[in-house]
């Protein structure tokens, strides 16, 4: 094989693929596009826990898991190191996969104090 052709089918492919592999690497371990944590939207007023638990199974289980124990697209909540703030600042501003206002007034209080029960306080 003659070193033209050699430079054109082995080496010009190579330099290629190292170039486009170490913008990919790059790029995932500077993470541009992570969302930030929401900030905390003062006192936080809890509701029924019951009812909590209830609206939680039919709005948040298919992403976080029946009980918050994880499972689906939303991280696992049952045990996890969240304030109640922070947990209120994520319902009401969404972020990553979640949408804002999934749940609203008396409901989402509701489910902050389910989560009361199931998060670790930090």
């Known amino acids: 094989m003659s070193r ?5 089918l082995v080496v010009a492919p190579t330099v290629l693929f190292l170039v486009f592999a170490g913008t990919a690497l790059a790029l995932a371990l500077l993470h541009p596009a992570k969302p930030g944590t929401p900030a905390s939207s003062g ?28 499972g689906g697209i939303g991280p696992k909540l049952a045990g996890a190191a969240v304030s ?14 979640m949408p804002a206002g999934l749940v ?6 509701d489910v902050l104090a389910y989560l009361a029960g199931i998060l670790k306080s930090p």
């Open 43 to 70: 006192s936080v007023k809890l509701g029924d826990p019951y009812r909590g638990e209830t609206i939680f199974s039919t709005t948040c289980a298919s992403c976080h898991g029946q009980g918050g124990k994880g």
């Open 4 to 8: 033209e052709r050699f430079l054109r």
């Open 104 to 109: 609203k007034g008396k409901q989402e209080e």
């Open 84 to 97: 109640l703030a922070a947990a209120k600042a994520q319902i009401d501003d969404g972020g990553g996969a």
